[in-house]
């Protein structure tokens, strides 16, 4: 498994009957997690007392119940400055577990010895464009939705990287590919977070499972001659690592996958809670 464990400002403290209890900065939060299946008892005192806590509805979806939360906050990774805040279907607008995945793109950045182009695509809220923009590359990030890559703005200029060569792209992902490939451009890097589903400008529908690999064939028409890395990431509950790492070896010629289970640790028992999947890719 490949674990974040070098955060300071997020913390797993403890996870049981299906939710975790969770340390952001100085705000306690719980929130669900199906993977969680487990019943252990729940000796921590924050169990108790944290700042919020989100409700599942018996009618689907759910909401926050919050203590005295702000409406938003910032925590740090290393050199890298991130805003958070309890949204909706109970994210934050930063996934930690994938620090792992910072931390590896960012090595493999720095040592490339040459410039490096990045095109991230669903990229969210922006922690792998901000961490790969530190590491000194280049990167065009692309994300469908308009308040995710404002958002992901908002964490560039928090960690200091807004005037780093990057592009924010809001746009359909597969037809922004399309047209890098008929405009010929080309990237030394990917990294994508696909969702499991979807639906594209047009009512086509995204189900990962159907769609990914034909994705992944088409995203090898935008790498370089001399590619350096792809970087998949995916929280499809199912979906093995193996199964990304298969669709990546097969459709990206002169690939070596490496594919494994995203990891946090668990303060309360010292274990790992696997929190999905990655398959990393060198040239």
């Known amino acids: 498994m ?22 952001w900065g100085d705000q306690i939060l719980i929130r669900p997690d199906p993977q969680v299946i487990w019943d252990t008892p729940r000796t921590d005192p924050r169990w108790r ?44 607008g930063l996934f930690p577990e994938q620090a792992a995945n910072w931390d ?7 040592k490339a010895g040459r410039p490096v182009s990045v095109l991230n695509l669903f990229a969210y809220t922006g ?20 308040g995710m890559v404002q958002w992901a703005k908002e964490n560039a200029v928090s960690s200091g990287v807004e ?28 990294i994508m977070d696909p969702p499991s589903y979807g639906r594209g400008p047009g009512g086509e529908v995204w189900k990962l499972e159907t769609s990914l690999a034909p994705f992944v064939r088409l995203c090898a028409g935008v790498l370089a001659r001399d590619p350096l890395f792809v970087l998949i990431s995916s929280y499809t509950t199912g979906l ?15 690939g070596k996958a490496a ?10 028992t010292g274990l790992p809670l696997p929190c999905g999947a990655a398959c990393r890719v060198e040239f």
């Open 240 to 254: 093995s690592a193996s199964t990304i790492g298969y669709v990546a070896e097969t459709s990206l010629p002169g």
């Open 2 to 23: 490949w674990a974040a464990e070098k955060w300071k400002d997020y913390e797993l403290i403890d996870c049981s009957k299906g939710e975790r209890l969770e340390r």
């Open 163 to 190: 005037n780093q060569n990057v592009r924010w792209i809001v746009d359909d992902c597969a037809k922004f590919v399309e047209r890098e490939i008929r405009r010929g451009h080309r990237y030394d890097a990917l």
């Open 259 to 268: 594919s494994d289970e995203l990891g946090l640790p668990v303060t309360a």
């Open 104 to 110: 590896w793109c960012a090595e493999k950045i720095k």
């Open 49 to 92: 007392r944290a700042d919020a806590r989100y409700q599942r509805s018996s009618a689907g979806g759910g909401a926050w119940d919050k203590r005295d939360v702000p409406e938003s906050w910032q925590v740090r990774y290393r050199d890298l400055t991130f805003n958070v805040k309890p949204m909706n279907f109970k994210h934050t």
């Open 127 to 146: 922690a792998a464009t901000v961490a790969a923009l530190k590491a000194g590359a280049s990167v065009c990030h692309v994300d469908a939705a308009k």
